[in-house]
């Protein structure tokens, strides 16, 4: 069974701090995606990792997709109030089962102001 | 386009009440996904669609949950009776293929309580 661990379960921090969130597994994912989720909304598609080593920017965050693939880092720089939220890893699910996503437990970010 | 719609956004009822929720997917895409998030669980996958037609219900709790996607537009998901511990928030999701890449796009959820 494919599993994508997220750590940390739960992170507060003060404005303008840098933080980095994880995304592991023992499996291998073709592509890994990071979503946030807002209070009372869906979540939110930030970005696409596809290639082992790949590394996006979006502003003040950068992911990460590990050499191997199976895991994923997602770094804030100088966080805001504006990124408080939960922040979802996906990977695409077991072979056979295209189109369906494996979710991780998520990373809630508090960033106080 | 409008996204992914569903209703309603908030739903209170009372356990052995039949709930059914509405999902109208984004135009064109091919997938539809049902989740169901709570704390203690996040977000769990219930069951999905491909082209209308389901492919993985293995999430789906028990006999009292049942989903339809009677065409590319509209699902369904039906609680019948509905108990408490079916209290969450419930998103749609839909996706399309792009080469292997499945990029989920969520309906903004309905907040479930069973009392």
């Known amino acids: 069974t494919q599993l994508l661990e997220q750590s940390p379960q739960f992170l507060s921090i003060q404005e303008g701090e840098n933080l980095t969130v994880y995304c592991n597994s023992s499996s291998v994912f073709s592509s890994l995606q990071w979503y946030r989720q807002e209070p009372g909304e869906g979540p939110v598609l930030l970005v696409t990792v596809v290639t082992g080593g790949e590394v996006k920017k979006l502003k003040r965050l950068t992911f990460q997709f590990g050499d191997a693939r199976k895991d994923s880092s997602l770094h804030i720089t100088a966080a805001q109030p504006g990124d408080t939220g939960l922040y979802l890893c996906?990977?695409?699910?077991?072979?056979?089962?295209?189109?369906?996503?494996?979710f991780g437990k998520g990373t809630k970010l508090s960033v106080k102001p | 386009d409008a996204g992914v719609i569903q209703s309603p956004r908030h739903e209170v009822t009372e356990m052995g009440q039949e709930v059914t929720l509405r999902c109208k997917p984004i135009s064109g895409h091919d997938y539809l996904f049902w989740y169901r998030q709570t704390m203690m669980r996040g977000l769990e996958l219930l069951i999905y669609?491909?082209?209308?037609?389901?492919?993985?219900d293995s999430g789906m709790p028990e006999d009292r949950f049942s989903a339809k996607m009677p065409n590319a537009s509209f699902s369904t998901l039906k609680i019948q009776p509905s108990e408490p511990r079916d209290s969450a928030v419930y998103f749609c999701?839909?996706?399309?293929?792009?080469?292997?890449?499945?990029?989920?796009?969520f309906g903004p959820g309905t907040r479930l309580t069973v009392l």
């Open positions: 996906a990977g695409d699910g077991p072979s056979g089962s295209q189109g369906n996503l494996i």
């Open positions: 669609f491909n082209n209308n037609v389901p492919i993985d």
């Open positions: 999701a839909s996706s399309w293929t792009s080469g292997f890449i499945y990029e989920q796009f």
